[in-house]
Nanobody
Framework: QVQLTESGGGLVQTGESLRLSCTAS????????MGWFRQASGKEREFVAV????????IYADSVKGRFTISRGNAKNMVYQQMNSLRPEDTAIYYC?????????????????????WGQGTQVTVSS
């Protein structure tokens, strides 16, 4: 059984940074892409970033480009998200997820339905 555990969320002020971590366990997931989604209160879940199994190819949502950096651990079962220049609109629960493959078109990669395993989420709150 696959388990994903996120950590690193918290309360920060506008302009500050946070680093989220996610560890996958329970199966051989090192060859699969891993990504981050977020869901703000009262809103739908949205794609944030995804990275291929090797850690060489990140893809970002336009809203976080230039501010967030996704990376993969050497063990490949971990994924990180460095979030800089945080804004109040970044406030949400952030979820880690494991995708089916990295070869699908962009509109598939950014859809939650492409991901089979999800973590419980970690809260990020950015105050103004």
């Amino acid at each position: 059984q696959v388990q994903l555990t996120e950590s690193g969320g918290g309360l920060v002020q506008t302009g500050e940074s946070l680093r989220l971590s996610c560890t996958a366990s329970g199966s051989t997931l090192e060859r699969y892409p891993m990504g981050w989604f977020r869901q703000a209160s009262g809103k739908e879940r949205e794609f944030v970033a995804v990275i291929d199994w090797s850690g060489d190819t990140p893809i970002y949502a336009d809203s976080v480009k230039g501010r967030f950096t996704i990376s993969r651990g050497n063990a490949k079962n971990m994924v990180y998200q460095q979030m800089n220049s945080l804004r109040p609109e970044d406030t949400a629960i952030y979820y880690c997820a494991v995708g089916r493959d990295f070869y699908s078109k962009y509109d598939v990669l950014v859809a939650g339905g492409h991901y089979d395993h999800w973590g419980q989420g970690t809260q990020v709150t950015v105050s103004s």
